[in-house]
Structures are given as structure tokens and as C-alpha cells.
């Protein structure tokens, strides 16, 4: 059973600043891509960012420069950094996450819970 675990959401100030974290756990072999998505109320759910395990990144248009991606492989854990918050931005936070259970060779796509973060004006 492979869980992922979001926190980190909340309700800031337009201009602010909060960081998502996201932890997997379970019966792991690996965990290749990670990444973060997002859905507003009445949207379909969008990419945010994705990092491999390689450490490549990317983001979607509306964030860059303002979201950063990380994770800390050690502890099957990924990061999304998120400053300079608009109210564009308000909408549950989703981590997805790219594990293999039996061999590395296929993997399963995983999704968290959700979080939500809310950009007031």
C-alpha cells in the first residue's frame, strides 16, 4: 500500500509566500517522476511543476519564477515552494507521484489527497 501525504496548504495574503510538502511511503522499490498539480473551483485539474528523479524540472507558464520544485530523495518527499502568491493561484494542491512497488521498471501513478491554498486580495 503506497500512500502519499500532502500539508503545508493554508490561507495567505496576496504577495505571500507557502511551501507544500509531500511524503510517500509504503512498500516503495522506487519513485521516478514527482510533481505537484493543481484544480480551481469549476477548472480541470492542471500541471504545476514536475521534477524526475534526475533532477529535472519544469513548470507550467503561470508560475515560473515564482514556484520552485525540489525533493529530497532520501526521504521520498517532494517540495513546492510558492512565493510571490497571486489569487489566481487559489485551488486544492495535488501531489502525484510516479512509484514503482515491484520492479523499477513499471511504475504506478500515485495521487495525494489534496490541499488547499487560498490567495486572498
Known amino acids: 500500500q503506497v500512500q502519499l501525504v500532502e500539508s503545508g496548504g493554508g490561507l495567505v495574503q496576496a504577495g505571500g509566500s507557502l511551501r507544500l510538502s509531500c511524503t510517500a511511503s509504503?512498500?516503495?522499490?522506487?519513485?521516478?517522476?514527482m510533481g505537484w498539480y493543481r484544480q480551481a473551483p469549476g477548472k480541470q485539474r492542471e500541471l504545476v511543476a514536475t521534477?524526475?528523479?534526475?533532477?529535472?524540472?519544469s513548470y507550467a507558464d503561470s508560475v515560473k519564477g515564482r514556484f520552485t520544485i525540489s525533493r529530497d530523495n532520501a526521504k521520498k518527499t517532494v517540495y513546492l515552494q510558492m512565493n510571490s502568491l497571486k489569487p489566481e493561484d487559489t485551488a486544492v494542491y495535488y501531489c502525484?507521484?510516479?512509484?514503482?512497488?515491484?520492479?523499477?521498471?513499471?511504475?504506478?501513478?500515485?495521487w495525494g489527497q489534496g490541499t488547499q491554498v487560498t490567495v486572498s486580495s
Open positions: 502525484r507521484a510516479e512509484i514503482a512497488i515491484v520492479t523499477p521498471r513499471l511504475s504506478y501513478v500515485y
Open positions: 509504503g512498500s516503495i522499490v522506487s519513485i521516478n517522476a
Open positions: 521534477s524526475t528523479s534526475g533532477g529535472s524540472t
